[in-house]
C-alpha cells in the first residue's frame, strides 16, 4: 500500500512539473521500486521528496 502511494505521489510531483502524466508515472515506479529494495534507496527517495517539498514551500512563500 505505501508502495502504491509513494509512487502516486512522485508521479503527481513530476508529471506537474513536466505536464506529462506518463513520464511522471514512469518515474514514480522507478522510484518506488529503488525505495523498496533497500533501506539506502529509501534514505534517498525520501530525502528527496522531502527537500523538494520545502524547496516549493519556501519558494512559494517568497512569492
Do not use: C
Request: glycine share 18%; proline share 2%; net charge positive.
Amino acid at each position: 500500500m505505501l508502495k502504491s502511494i509513494a509512487g502516486a505521489v512522485v508521479g503527481e510531483v513530476i508529471g506537474r512539473k513536466r505536464g506529462n502524466g506518463l513520464l511522471g508515472a514512469g518515474i514514480g515506479l522507478v522510484a518506488t521500486r529503488i525505495a523498496t529494495r533497500s533501506i539506502p534507496g529509501l534514505l534517498l527517495v525520501g530525502g528527496a521528496i522531502a527537500a523538494k517539498t520545502i524547496y516549493d514551500k519556501r519558494k512559494e512563500r517568497k512569492s
